[in-house]
């Protein structure tokens, strides 16, 4: 089991931000241009899932998950003044609240090998370019002399040009 830091911590709460602010412009925007407005906002939610499930694993992706559906289970409430931002009677609010419900359970099932970030090892590259001879001996290249071999570059050593 992982221990609980203060970094975790504050991770899950930044997550936890980034889902109520997503679901809150997820349930103001879902109806603007329909269906593409509600397929962007749903394009929304998985992307930022995918972000806060592979920043810190599940405290981040579970805390995002609450702040998307808390934020759009109390915004889809009817107001202080009778408004309502998704009426019961339009299938583009049903469509957005399952759907995020939906989306969300899609990230959550991915493969956790997606998300590791393992080091991939690297084959050996050799140097086509000779050791530097010394200056006393100069050596005409056209007079067939012969070249050293190619050293294989050291782990401290720069491939890049």
């Given amino acids: ?41 749903l394009t929304l939610v998985a992307a930022a899932g995918l972000v806060t499930r592979a920043w810190d694993g599940w405290p981040t992706f579970g805390a995002y998950g609450v702040g998307v559906l808390g934020s759009t289970q ?16 339009q299938a583009i609010g049903w469509v957005w609240i399952l759907g995020a419900v939906a989306v969300l359970l899609v990230v959550a099932g991915l493969p956790r090998r997606l998300f590791l970030d393992v080091p991939v090892d690297r084959p050996a590259v050799t140097s086509t370019v000779p050791a530097p001879t010394s200056a006393s001996a100069p050596q005409d290249a056209s007079a067939g002399a012969p070249t050293e071999p190619a050293r294989a570059l050291e782990p401290t050593d720069d491939p890049a040009p």
Avoid at 1 to 21: I, N, S
Avoid at 74 to 89: F, H, K, Q, S
Wanted: charged share 10%.
């Fill in 1 to 41: 089991m992982r221990t609980v830091t203060a970094g975790t911590v504050g991770k899950a709460l930044v997550a936890l931000v980034l889902g109520v602010a997503v679901g809150t412009a997820g349930t103001l925007m879902h109806r603007s241009v329909q269906p593409w407005g509600v397929a962007v906002c």
């Fill in 74 to 89: 109390i915004l889809a409430r009817e107001g202080p003044g009778g408004d309502v931002l998704m009426p019961a009677d």
